[in-house]
């Protein structure tokens, strides 16, 4: 079992980048492929980036190509999310999950373990 603390989130204007964290405990983090997800006020969840246990493959939503990066430091058991160019539609409440199958990045099925969640304001 892993344990998923996330931390970054706040309040950023439009155009402007934060760096969310995701604090990782009990067994070893890099046996674990990683996710991040979001869900904004009265919609569903959905699939943000994903990162293989290495490290090495990473997977993006369509929408942040090319803003977001996913990465890990598995020697400090942390996951990471940079995100450049927000926009005020990715208000949201932003998730870290871990997996401990080897396909479905893009899914919430494959995802055993969840954080909490931080949230994210973009203002316009």
């Known amino acids: 079992q892993v344990q998923l603390v996330e931390s970054g989130g706040g309040l950023v204007q439009a155009g402007g980048s934060l760096r969310l964290s995701c604090a990782a405990s009990?067994?070893?983090?890099?046996?674990?492929?990683m996710g991040w997800f979001r869900q904004a006020p009265g919609k569903e969840r959905e699939f943000v980036a994903a990162i293989s246990r290495s490290g090495g493959d990473t997977y993006y939503a369509d929408s942040v190509k090319g803003r977001f990066t996913i990465s890990r430091d598995n020697a400090k058991n942390t996951l990471y999310l940079q995100m450049n160019s927000l926009r005020p539609e990715e208000t949201a409440v932003y998730y870290c999950?871990?997996?401990?199958?080897?396909?479905?990045?893009?899914?919430?099925?494959?995802?055993?373990?969840w954080g909490q969640g931080t949230q994210v304001t973009v203002s316009s």
């Open positions: 009990g067994r070893t983090f890099s046996s674990y492929a």
């Open positions: 999950a871990a997996s401990s199958y080897y396909t479905g990045e893009y899914y919430e099925w494959s995802y055993n373990y």
